[in-house]
C-alpha cells in the first residue's frame, strides 16, 4: 500500500473504533439489531478493502472497493438513524458523518481509479 492508502486505511480504522465505542452505550434490546449491525457495516468498510488491496485482478480488486464504499454507505445510514432514536449525542453524530465524508470522498478516488484501469 502507497502513502495514500495507509491515510485511507487509517481513517477507516479510526471510523470503525469510533462506531464500536459509541455503540456501547446503545439501549441492551438494540445489542442483536442496531448494535450489530452498525458494527458489522462499519467493520466491512476496512476489511473488504483490506481484502481488496490482497487480489491481484484489478475487476475483483474494483468488487472489493464498490463493497466497501457500499457499506460506508450503510453504516452512513445508521449514524442517521441512531441520532433520530437518540442513541448517540449530536457530537458523536457530526464526528461519525464528517469521518465517514473523508473516508468516502478518499475511497471513491480509489474505486474511480480502478474503474478507470479496468477500462483500459
Known sequence: MNQYQ???KGLMDEYVHLVYGITKS???EELYGVVSQFRRSAMSVVLNY???FARFRTAVKLNFLEISYGS???SLYLFDFSFIEKYISF???QKGKKLADEVGALLWLEVDYFQKKSKK
Open 72 to 74: 460506508l454507505k450503510e
Open 50 to 52: 483490506v481484502e481488496g
Open 6 to 8: 495507509e491515510k485511507l
Open 26 to 28: 446503545f439501549p441492551r
Open 91 to 93: 457530537d458523536d453524530y
